[in-house]
């Protein structure tokens, strides 16, 4: 009863809000988001289509890179874009370029890294750095992702356990794709990415976090395209995604809601 109560009140000020802006009629909200938050986002899109009336037209992509499918690859292409949910950093950086509007930007979440081998394969021990290190260099195959997780493992982490050369040979960078798709296929014994982004793959387990000395808090932040045709709808949509009503499905995801207003 309090989760509908909570969505209730929600609605109403959402309908308010959107009254106010004088949006007429359902608008077409065009949203470019990467994949940590992308369990929660599935999850809620509906709640907020429901509420609003509003129709959410979703790309998927990674926050950073060359892919074809990576958001700022798709705005150079020019592709029409509302709403972009993403890495915070990189986020900062198409502000920085003038494609966000700078006051329109949220941060939603904090996501950390994770560690997953194949379904029933043994879980290494990765209580402490010094055990991590041990597991990889036992591994005979590593995977990490082409976004923030995978950079940080690839340029920073590996090189505060001095393994960077002897990881050079067998760690692999995966575009595009989840990496635990990788593992679940058997073509990695190892798997990094954010726990939200390994979560939602069959044919893994997720042995936990990184070691607290070396896990890398992620920010997820939305905002408003500076060639949004709806920025209203749009505002309405981070703001649903902000609320207290997404807390419940952001942390069943395995990410952890940043209150309104919190500084990151």
Do not use: H, W
């Not at 950079?151 to 393994?163: D, H, N, Q, R, W």
């Not at 575009?175 to 990094?192: H, L």
């Not at 390994?198 to 893994?204: D, F, S, T, Y």
């Amino acid at each position: 009863m309090k989760i509908f109560a909570s969505f209730r009140s929600l609605a109403l000020g959402l309908a308010g809000a959107l009254l106010l802006a004088g949006s007429a009629g359902a608008a077409e909200v065009r949203v470019m988001i990467s994949g940590g938050l992308t369990a929660a986002y599935k999850e809620l899109v509906p709640e907020f289509e429901r509420l609003t009336g509003n129709k959410v037209l979703t790309a998927y992509g990674p926050s950073m890179g060359t892919t074809a499918n990576a958001i700022p690859i798709r705005l150079e292409r020019g592709e029409p874009a509302d709403v972009l949910i993403m890495v915070g950093y990189a986020l900062g950086d198409l502000v920085k370029q003038g494609k966000v509007v700078a006051d329109s930007r949220v941060d939603l979440t904090k996501s950390l890294i994770g560690i997953a081998v194949k379904s029933g394969a043994p879980k290494p021990d990765i209580s402490s750095a010094e055990a991590l290190k041990r597991a990889l260099l036992a591994a005979k195959s590593i995977a990490y992702s082409d976004s923030a997780s995978g950079v940080y493992v690839s340029t920073e982490m590996f090189a505060k356990l001095g393994i960077a050369d002897e990881m050079k040979d067998k760690a692999r960078k995966i575009p595009a794709t989840p990496v635990a798709e990788i593992v679940a296929r058997g073509d990695a014994e190892i798997g990094f990415q954010q726990i939200s982004e390994l979560r939602p793959v069959a044919g893994v387990d997720i042995v936990g976090p990184l070691p607290s000395e070396l896990q890398k808090v992620t920010v997820f932040s939305a905002g408003i395209a500076t060639v949004s045709k709806e920025p209203d709808a749009g505002k309405a949509l981070i703001k649903f995604l902000a609320s207290p009503a997404a807390s419940a499905a952001i942390i069943k995801s395995g990410m952890e809601p940043i209150p309104a207003g919190a500084t990151n």
